[in-house]
């Protein structure tokens, strides 16, 4: 059986949900999404604690992707 690669196009949409999804032009979906934390009532902290996290993967991921572009622009160049 042959193996069939599908791609993912938006695997930070995939992964925290469509609030981050990718959009072009300015991407303010992490600076909404801290603002909303900020917002929060702090008698849900758990629920609060999971939007954190939440948004510490997004800025984690958004990171490796800038560092892994950056990395093969470099691998190319050469």
Do not use: T
């Amino acid at each position: 059986m042959p193996f069939h690669f599908v791609a993912n196009h938006d695997p930070l949409a995939n992964m925290a949900g469509d609030r981050f999804a990718s959009v072009s032009g300015e991407d303010l979906s992490a600076y909404r999404y801290m603002e909303e934390i900020m917002k929060s009532p702090r008698e849900e902290s758990d629920e609060v604690e999971e939007k954190k996290m939440l948004l510490r993967l997004v800025m984690h991921v958004k990171k490796l992707d800038e560092d892994l572009l950056a990395f093969y622009a470099d691998a190319i160049s050469k």
